[in-house]
């Protein structure tokens, strides 16, 4: 049997060239590189990548290029070799040295005679930087020029130089020269062409032109590296940890240090960009960069996701079913049906030319290389031996569209599709299994080990258990499930419309993972050793799971950015073997290598830097608000003129394996102390911002969720003049002085107004008082009193004509003493015993009409308290002739006088006709009697609270109601603020 195979292969698979394609990330002049050919590549202390090319220097964050030329200060565009020192960037091109710092050039030049010499690489030794040329030897820096070194030959073609705290390298077209510090040379094997020189923990390495190879220094040793082997010379090379990558003119070809075994050779024709190779430069990072002579700048992304394509001998680019079987790929694709593809470099393609009924393969099951089942968008196949049976709706099937197999017994298979499930014994098909129907769109059929059947539908999860079919609860909202894998008899993993979920006992959960927009459809997931694989729409989700607690963490994602040659993973699309992942995206077939994930993974926190300062948006030059410049070209000691208040400040954090996933947080210490959420942009704007001191504060956060250190810029945004202390002090001075000017001028003013009014104010009172006091002793009240003492002496009552005119005699006596004190005030029991003089006439002149009652209550202290004369008798009188006289019984008259609050309070209460009968009286009865006590006591009150300045207000006089509605008389209130 195993013979018939090999001979269908040898028969039928045509023959291709088996090469895995690697991922590199390219910047060429389309993404702002200035030139394509690339000459050297360094990193500054800030992170940045420097690019020397024949058309300037670029300097790269990951997202853009800055370039720099002649016009900036360079010597010349053709830039040749690049060397950090510190805070400086040297550059060499023709004609001598250019040092960047602070943001700006300097030049080092060649002395006239050799102005034409080109500087090919750069080293500092010995507190001296030396330049080798192409041509004219070794130079140092001297001040402002460079100066030949003459114990090297002239006319020696240098290619590099390295220097260690001792010895100082120089690699030449005829041998390698060693400068010690304490002066001798050495000139090792002058009959080698040597190359480059680059060191890896502590090590160095020298690469040779002739022969090709590269050797290992040590102590004036050098050590060949026999086990690199290469045709073509080594045009540079780079070690990498355990590794040792070289490139030669269009290979990169790396080998393990350790084993001293090749690890992989990459060409064009798998993924190398095209151009002639030239340099190679490893960052903080780890990243491998290779400069080229035409194709620009390029990063190898790593080994983690290697791609394979039709190129490869795959008869399609969009495979939906992987399956590996005795080291054969069973590869079911979107448009060219399957593809037998062997790793050792065999292919076939079945597919509608051959008898497939489609060309779209959703599904397979895989009994041996003989025999296999295939699931399409038209029907169901059976490949065996060489030959296809197919079968369709007509034959049984729910439907022609098969989207999984499952095998439940030996020769016994569930088809899942879009009708539902049936079974298929080899001959014929049932829509039930085990008595049970299931109607809806079967997307996966996973069978546990107990027998247990789980199904994966467009309208949710189904279990089949003990003879019987339910289906889950699901209270999260999803209905479409896409993919479903087992962790073990009772839990699972479940991708859906709207994301990932776990089961556990028939209970769905979620799995508590955050997807990013365009990631909730999930369409696979995987489950293998403690490890879980979710496939989106935007790339692949790997991560770890604890089974006993099921919980999901630490995952990572991974896109087009990362290496992936695109971002869509095709539905169910999975197969897993030892370390690697195989699935299905709509460009290729990936493989993932979860070994190789540190590859892709960020150990080392972002390098931050603020890399400028723009006022109103704009570049400005600063350098009259400040101290100079720092290492960086920020201004130091800033202070910003107050107009100049509207600031952006830019900054960069560097981390190239995920450029785009670096986010910040900052904060402006003086305008608030919080840290801002995770933002992408590279630049913080203040406006309108008030004098003070600022410090700016920014950090990085990587994708690893790795921060950086705080970089940080402290400026002062100072005050206008008029806000200034001499300009305050003088302006208060000033201020005081004129405000102490105009309220003296005015307190003059409104004291002179306020005795004009107290005078007119007291000349009306006195009036009033006069008033109040003819009030007092009207007319009527004199000519009915003296009748009635006439009454009495005529009925020979002398008794009472006597009491009655030596109360009279009492009230008059009061009313004219009480005109001589001082704003008419009198202490309150005057004012009482008058009120009760008053009483006591009318009541014996009306003889016993009404009853008067005084209450005081002991809280009111009446010798001590001063209340304005003659304010209570016109309310007691209008009592009297109003609401009393007209009322047929007997009247009571209730008086009051007690403290609220701060008040002290006269109620006068009467059980009278009420306002309203009284009024309807007077328009009846002309009345000879004109009452103008309640208005001159209103006018009196008035006037009062202006001079007395006292708090002083009448409430009423208003009508009293029992609790059937009916008026009972009159209440009147006066309240006197208390001192």
């Not at 004036?220 to 003119?249: A, V, W």
């Not at 983690?304 to 008869?315: A, M, P, R, Y």
């Not at 009968?917 to 002309?926: A, G, L, P, V, W």
């Not at 209103?938 to 202006?946: E, G, P, Q, S, T």
Request: glycine letters at 8%.
């Amino acid at each position: 049997m195993r013979r018939s195979v090999l001979l269908f292969f040898l028969v039928f698979l045509s023959h291709t060239c088996y090469l895995q394609q690697y991922s590199f990330d390219s910047y060429s002049t389309n993404n702002g590189l200035s030139q394509s050919q690339v000459y050297d590549i360094e990193q500054d202390q800030n992170g940045f990548l420097w690019v020397a090319t024949e058309g300037g220097l670029n300097k790269f964050d990951g997202n853009s290029f800055k370039i720099y030329t002649s016009e900036d200060g360079l010597i010349k565009d053709d830039i040749r070799s690049l060397f950090v020192l510190g805070n400086k960037l040297y550059a060499g091109s023709k004609g001598g040295i250019c040092i960047f710092s602070e943001k700006k050039f300097s030049q080092v030049l060649f002395p006239e005679e050799f102005e034409n010499r080109r500087v090919d690489c750069i080293q500092y030794f010995n507190d001296t930087v030396f330049v080798g040329t192409n041509g004219e030897s070794v130079f140092y820096v001297d001040g402002k020029a460079l100066v030949p070194y003459t114990k090297i030959d002239k006319g020696l073609k240098i290619r590099d130089l390295y220097a260690t705290e001792e010895e100082l390298l120089i690699s030449t077209k005829r041998g390698l020269f060693v400068k010690h510090l304490n002066g001798k040379m050495k000139h090792l094997h002058p009959d080698v062409s040597f190359g480059r020189i680059k060191v890896e923990n502590d090590k160095v390495y020298v690469g040779t032109y002739k022969p090709t190879n590269i050797y290992r220094y040590s102590k004036g040793k050098l050590k060949h590296l026999n086990y690199i082997n290469s045709s073509e010379t080594i045009r540079d090379f780079q070690p990498m940890g355990e590794s040792i990558c070289l490139i030669t003119k269009s290979l990169l070809v790396c080998y393990n240090r350790i084993s001293q075994q090749k690890e992989f050779e990459i060409s064009v024709e798998n993924g190398l960009p095209e151009g002639q190779l030239l340099r190679t430069f490893k960052d903080r990072e780890g990243n491998l960069w290779i400069g080229t002579d035409g194709k620009g700048l390029t990063r190898f992304v790593g080994e983690t996701f290697v791609s394979f394509s039709k190129k490869e001998g795959i008869g399609s680019n969009q495979i939906m079913y992987i399956h590996k079987k005795d080291s054969i790929f069973y590869l079911g694709s979107y448009n060219n049906g399957v593809t037998v593809w062997s790793r050792n470099g065999y292919s076939k393609i079945i597919n509608a030319e051959n008898g497939l009924p489609s060309n779209t393969v959703w599904t397979m099951h895989v009994k041996s290389p003989e025999e296999f089942m295939i699931g399409t968008q038209q029907g169901l196949s059976i490949y065996k031996n060489g030959k296809l049976k197919n079968y369709f709706k007509s034959d049984g099937l729910l439907s022609d569209k098969i989207t999984t197999i499952a095998e439940l017994s030996p020769n016994k298979y569930l088809i899942g599709g879009p009708e539902g499930v049936s079974v298929f014994d080899g001959e014929r098909f049932d829509s039930t299994f085990y008595g049970v129907e299931l109607r809806t769109w079967i997307r996966q059929i996973k069978i546990a080990n107990s027998g247990e059947i789980w199904f994966a539908t467009l309208s949710g999860v189904y279990v089949y258990s003990n003879g019987e079919l339910k289906k889950l609860k699901n209270d999260y909202g999803f209905s479409e499930v896409n993919s479903l894998d087992l962790i073990s008899e009772k839990k699972a993993l479940i991708g859906s419309d709207k994301g990932v979920y776990l089961i556990e006992n028939d209970r769905i959960f979620e799995s508590g993972i955050q997807l990013s927009k365009t990631s909730k459809e999930v369409n696979m997931v995987k489950y293998f050793g403690s490890t879980v694989c979710f496939g989106t729409n935007s790339g692949i989700y790997i991560g770890k799971i604890d089974p006993d607690q099921m919980k999901i963490y630490d995952v990572k994602r991974f896109s087009a950015e990362d290496g992936l040659p695109g971002s869509e993973v095709n539905l169910n699309s999975v197969y897993v073997e030892d370390k690697a992942i195989w699935f299905g995206m709509e460009e290729a077939l990936v493989k993932f290598r979860s070994d190789h994930i540190s590859d892709l993974e960020d150990f080392i926190e972002p390098k931050l830097s603020i890399t400028n300062l723009k006022i109103f948006l704009e570049e400005m030059d600063l350098s009259e608000f400040s101290e100079g410049n720092d290492e960086n070209g920020l201004p130091i000691n800033l202070k910003l003129p107050y107009r100049y208040n509207y600031v952006t400040i830019e900054f960069a954090g560097i981390s190239f394996k995920n450029t785009k996933e670096v986010k910040y947080q900052y904060k402006l210490e003086g305008f608030g102390d919080e840290w801002t959420p995770l933002l992408k942009n590279d630049f913080a704007t203040f406006t309108s911002m008030s004098p003070g001191v600022y410090t700016f504060k920014v950090r990085a956060i990587n994708k690893s969720g790795l921060v950086s250190e705080v970089a940080e810029f402290t400026f002062e945004v100072l005050p206008p003049f008029w806000l200034t202390w001499w300009f305050i002090t003088l302006s208060l001075v000033g201020i005081i002085g004129v405000v102490t000017f105009i309220i003296n001028y005015r307190t003059k003013v409104i004291k002179q107004k306020k005795d004009n009014e107290n005078l007119v104010y007291k000349s009306k009172l006195l009036q009033l008082e006069q008033q109040s006091l003819n009030a007092s002793m009207n007319r009527h009240f004199i000519f009915n009193s003296l009748n009635s003492i006439q009454y009495f002496i005529n009925i020979s009552d002398k008794i009472s004509a006597n009491k009655y005119l030596t109360n009279f005699a009492k009230l008059i006596r009061k009313n004219l003493d009480s005109t001589t004190n001082e704003n008419n005030m009198v202490i309150l029991s005057d004012e009482i015993s008058r009120l009760e003089l008053y009483l006591s006439l009318e009541s014996m002149r009306f003889s016993g009409k009404f009853e008067y009652r005084i209450e005081v209550d002991p809280s009111v202290d009446i010798e001590m308290l001063e209340v304005p004369s003659m304010m209570l008798q016109p309310f007691v009188e209008n009592s009297i002739i109003h609401g009393i006289l007209p009322k047929k019984e007997k009247g009571h008259i209730d008086i009051k006088i007690f403290i609220q609050d701060s008040f002290v309070v006269f109620e006068i209460k009467d059980d009278g006709i009420g306002i309203k009968e009284s009024q309807k009286i007077k328009e009846n009865y002309d009345s000879e009697h004109d009452s103008k006590g309640m208005e001159i006591t209103a006018n009196r009150v008035d006037i009062l609270k202006r001079v007395l300045r006292k708090d002083l207000k009448i409430v009423g006089p208003r009508e009293s109601y029992d609790q059937a509605g009916k008026v009972v008389g009159t209440i009147v209130e006066i309240f006197l603020k208390i001192e």
